[in-house]
């Protein structure tokens, strides 16, 4: 926990004070939201193996319908995040993300069976609505049961869900692909999400108080140590409306939505198109791009963990952040002037998904202290949607870029330029204040 607990709690609950995986919360919650975001994630990713494995081929889509399907997502994902996650923080995030993984596993299922560029435009839309405020409400979950010192790795397990799994959702659907068609593919990643948002409504909880076996002393620790912070924050005022707008307002927040916009911008654009890049320069098949493409997955889930254990640890947030981005920007425009020289492009473009995705945790733990307890949702779901447009353009624009004269150069142009340009906004960012000192690593 943080050390601005009262001293003489602090005493009397020290033996609670262990590692953070050794905390009932952890233990309990932690599991539920990462396969949660890796379904989520899952079923947003998967179309663009379904597009390198033959879909395009079959609907004969242009290389612009093709970007358009896939960024279609984003579209819809921007309108919901902040009504969606309003709802979640002041009624239920249980219900929200409950129902929400049962819609977009239905509508997951249904992108295999429809054969029109324009229902297939319809649908990832839809899709992107019923998901739109699923990562901001569980971020704003995890801020009830976790403290300030332990945020930066509890948001960071929550989004490991996203390099996990797109580094077995390359393997596997790439097999999937390969062994029937990106129909069979689209049905069978899309029925699990219907079973586990059943499932959510009963392993979700929205308080610690409410899950079962929790102990005593260490929700009364926990009570203590947000009760804490919540005096160290500035008194808020005005209905809930007001301090809502002002977090809305706030230079800020919005000078995080627009870090998150270019953020996003190279973020998808690298993932969204990263198969087909690779089936290009190694002339694999899709079996075996889906192999390649998971290896930057895998090292960007170790960066993740080392780099907010250390964000933690130091209580800093915008230095977690800034310079991994700075050297993703600067890997890929590396890995573009490789050239024919694959090995050395593809380790480039492994060091690039490394550094896009280790800042995930401390950011939005930074983001969360912008705005006061119990309405910092609106903040997340903000910069989440200036995300959402980042990924719209990105997913887009890359793809389309791809297809003209500039081709992967372009490309490669675009998702560095952006990620640089979120590197210098990061700086712009206030950092947390530490008037306790260190949070201690647990």
């Known amino acids: 926990m943080t050390a601005t607990s009262p001293a003489t709690d602090t005493a009397a609950a020290a033996p609670m ?9 952890a233990r309990y919650l932690m599991p539920v939201a990462f396969v949660t975001y890796s379904l989520a994630y899952l079923d947003k990713s998967n179309y663009a193996i379904a597009s390198a494995g033959g879909m395009a ?12 399907i896939a960024a279609s997502f984003f579209l819809g994902y921007f309108f919901f995040q902040i009504p969606g996650t309003i709802y979640a923080e002041q009624r239920s995030a249980r219900r929200l993300v409950a129902w929400s993984t049962v819609a977009w596993g239905l509508l997951a299922v249904l992108q295999g069976m429809l054969s029109s560029p324009a229902q297939l435009i319809a649908v990832r839309f839809a899709l ?9 409400s569980m971020v704003m979950l995890l801020g009830r049961w976790f403290t300030r010192g332990e945020r930066g790795r509890a948001n960071t397990f929550l989004i490991l869900g996203n390099p996990v799994t797109v580094m077995w959702l390359s393997a596997v659907s790439g097999w999937l692909v390969s062994v029937s ?3 069979v593919m689209f049905v069978a990643e899309g029925v699990p999400s219907v079973l586990w948002g059943v499932c959510c409504l009963w392993l979700i909880k929205d308080r610690p108080e409410q899950a079962r ?34 977090v809305l307002r706030s230079p800020a927040v919005l000078t995080m939505a627009a870090q998150y916009f270019f953020w996003s911008f190279g973020m998808y654009g690298f993932v969204f198109w990263l198969p087909a890049i690779i089936k290009k320069g190694s002339g694999e098949g899709i079996g075996a791009t889906g192999l390649l493409t998971a290896i930057p997955y895998a090292c960007a889930a170790v960066a993740m963990l080392v780099n907010s254990r250390l964000s933690d640890r130091s209580g800093r947030r915008r230095v977690a952040v800034w310079p991994w981005l700075a050297c993703g920007g600067l890997a ?15 380790t480039l473009l492994v060091v690039a998904g490394v550094c896009l995705y280790a ?23 903000l910069v989440n949607s200036f995300g959402a447009l980042g990924s719209f353009a990105g997913t887009y624009l890359v793809g389309w870029v791809r297809g003209t ?5 372009g490309a490669f142009g675009l998702m560095a330029v952006c990620t640089l340009v979120a590197a210098a906004l990061t700086l712009a960012a206030p950092e947390p204040a530490r008037s306790a000192g260190p949070v201690p690593v647990r």
């Not at 609505?129 to 990562?135: K, P, S, T």
């Not at 500035?234 to 809930?240: A, M």
């Not at 930074?366 to 006061?372: D, E, G, N, W, Y």
């Open 57 to 68: 081929e079959d609907l004969k889509l242009s290389a612009g319908a093709d970007s358009l």
């Open 128 to 136: 992107g609505v019923v998901e739109g405020a699923v990562l901001p």
């Open 17 to 25: 004070r262990t590692g953070f995986w050794r905390s009932s919360r």
């Open 213 to 246: 076996n929790l102990p005593e002393p260490e929700l009364a620790l926990l009570r203590a140590d947000l009760a804490a912070e919540k005096a160290a924050a500035p008194p808020v005022t005005g209905t809930l409306r007001e301090r809502y707008g002002r």
């Open 405 to 409: 004269e500039l081709g992967d150069a």
């Open 359 to 381: 800042p995930y945790g401390p950011y939005f733990a930074l983001v969360t202290t912008l705005a006061p307890p119990g309405i910092a949702g609106a903040a997340v779901a």
């Open 181 to 183: 068609d990106w129909r």
């Open 332 to 346: 890929l425009l590396g890995s573009y002037a490789a050239g024919d020289d694959f090995p050395l492009a593809l």
